[in-house]
């Protein structure tokens, strides 16, 4: 009975989160309410603080189940990647596609300044250095030595962010399939660079000590 009962309390939660999603990306998180996120799930308010004791703590635990299925499918898609050019396409696929699923959520928080409960920061802070460790430990069997495993996995996770949200600022609208293509070329030309200045510099360094 009690795993039924998990069940349910889990997928009301799940229903709770799509409602919160939607009220919050509408509303931002200021002018949110859980009366309306209430409303819009058709529960009594009384029942969502059954759930949540304060929309402080259910935007937190939105955006860390955000995380949670981000982390998750990465693991899935990067499983059977067998090259670093695999690696960063996966990725960019991946990456730009949640993004895309989840635009208004992460339009909020990026853009929501100091609205932002600082409970949620320090989640989303340690997420996002989750997302760094897996991106970090699946480049590092794939990359030349001489090369900065970290810095490449900095790299990967803020160029593609930071390109979608100013995308997002303009009035600019590129299909996915192009954006994927042109992020992929970019961020593999920028790595092959970076190797190309490494290599350089060791040569340079050599040349010197003989």
């Known amino acids: 009975m009690s795993g039924i009962t998990d069940k349910r309390f889990d997928d009301k939660k799940q229903q709770i989160f799509a409602a919160a999603q939607r009220v919050f990306s509408e509303k931002g998180y200021a002018a949110a309410s ?3 996120i209430a409303q819009t799930v058709g529960l ?6 059954h759930y949540f004791s304060s929309k402080d703590q259910l935007f937190a635990a939105l955006m860390e189940d955000h995380f949670a299925q981000f982390i998750s499918g990465a693991q899935q898609q990067l499983a059977s990647v067998q090259s ?4 960063v396409h996966t ?8 993004l895309a699923r989840h635009q208004g959520l992460i339009r ?3 853009h929501g300044g100091d609205e932002i409960p ?8 340690q997420r996002r250095q989750d997302i760094r460790m897996l991106l970090t430990e699946t480049l590092r069997p794939h990359l030349p030595g001489h090369l900065d495993v ?3 996995a900095i790299f990967l996770q803020g160029s593609i ?26 961020l593999m030309g920028g790595l092959h660079q970076r190797e190309a200045v490494v290599m350089e510099r060791t040569t340079e360094h050599n040349d010197e000590s003989s």
């Open 34 to 36: 859980m009366n309306e």
């Open 44 to 49: 009594a308010k009384a029942t969502l603080y």
């Open 84 to 87: 670093l050019e695999e690696i």
């Open 91 to 98: 990725w960019v696929v991946w990456e730009i596609q949640f």
């Open 108 to 110: 909020l928080f990026f």
């Open 118 to 125: 600082p409970t949620v920061c320090r989640v989303v802070a």
């Open 150 to 152: 970290d810095f490449a």
């Open 161 to 186: 962010k930071a390109m979608v949200l100013h995308l997002w600022s303009t009035d600019e609208r590129i299909p996915d399939d192009i954006l994927v293509t042109k992020t992929y070329q970019l």
